[in-house]
């Protein structure tokens, strides 16, 4: 049996998704391609992990035993990376790590002009959870890291990468939901939906808590993906305050996305830690600094 960790991690990311679209969305690949991957996967193994319907995708009994047995195959070959960055001092690899729409509508852009430019860079890609970006940068799981405001820049290096507004979430029934923007206190005693994970810093901010005079934010669900805080919206639980890319990267019929005019705009940052001198990183962190620029 010859499974490489790159098709563990496939499975893992369809196994969270439980869609092949969005799954292969978050890996930078296509549909087809994914597909391709679970069913060698499956062949190897000599049993199926999922469970395919037109409307639906499920695990499987043994494929919900393989995750966390697939967690650890690939959280080790992420360790033997890392160990091996350390070793090569002359390493032409970079580990990059994002949340969600990672760069935003520049994310594709950047990654064509790393290709571009920087030819002989081996770029891989992470998916970290809200809670999880500065952490992997910090522990060396990633080398580099797209996340949001607020970040604790405390031996971190970073670029601004761009700023946009923040939207809230509403479910399609809403009142306001038609409406192409709003003050946030036409929204401010919804009942509001708080990240799982993440530092308070981070859950305060997206709550917009404290509010001005001093009032908490109304708490319903906790939520740790976006697709978390979609389908709950969705279904009138709570509303949710995001950034202004999120509804070209993630759709869902039943929220709409609407402007709320007086918050200040979020940032997504390019983050590094102080002490990375490699120049694979250096030359990175300049490149999306011109993009960002122009």
């Not at 499975?11 to 690949?29: D, G, S, W």
């Not at 607020?150 to 809230?168: K, Q």
């Amino acid at each position: 049996m010859d499974i490489h960790p790159r098709v563990l991690r496939y499975f893992l990311v369809v196994a969270e998704e439980l869609h092949f679209r969005r799954a292969a969305e978050r890996l930078y690949i296509t549909g087809p391609a994914l597909s391709q991957q679970i069913r060698h996967l499956e062949r190897e193994l000599g049993f199926e992990v999922l469970r395919r319907t037109s409307r639906s995708v499920d695990l499987t009994d043994k494929g919900a035993e393989l995750v966390p047995l697939a967690r650890a195959v690939v959280d080790a070959s992420d360790t033997l990376s890392a160990w091996a960055a350390r070793a090569d001092q002359g390493t032409t690899r970079i580990r990059i790590g994002f949340m969600a729409t990672g760069a935003g509508e520049l994310t594709q852009g950047i990654l064509n002009a790393t290709s571009a430019n920087l030819p002989l860079l081996d770029v891989h890609l992470k998916h970290l959870e809200w809670g999880d970006q500065t952490r992997a940068l910090l522990e060396n799981r990633v080398d580099v890291v797209f996340t949001r405001e607020p970040v604790r820049a405390d031996d971190l290096r970073c670029t601004v990468v761009l700023s946009e507004h923040r939207v809230v979430v509403l479910p399609s029934s809403h009142p306001l939901a038609n409406r192409s923007t709003v003050t946030f206190r036409e929204i401010a005693e919804e009942t509001f939906l708080p990240s799982e994970t993440g530092s308070q810093e981070w859950i305060d901010y997206w709550l917009v808590n404290p509010r001005p005079d001093g009032s908490a934010a109304r708490t319903g669900p906790s939520i740790s993906t976006v697709e978390e805080m979609l389908e709950q919206c969705a279904a009138g639980t709570g509303i949710a305050i995001t950034a202004e890319s999120v509804p070209h990267f993630y759709a869902h019929p039943g929220v709409r996305f609407v402007v709320v005019e007086d918050l200040a705009p979020t940032r997504v940052l390019l983050c590094a830690r102080s002490d990375n001198s490699d120049p694979t990183v250096r030359k990175f962190e300049q490149l999306v600094e011109d993009i960002a620029h122009r």
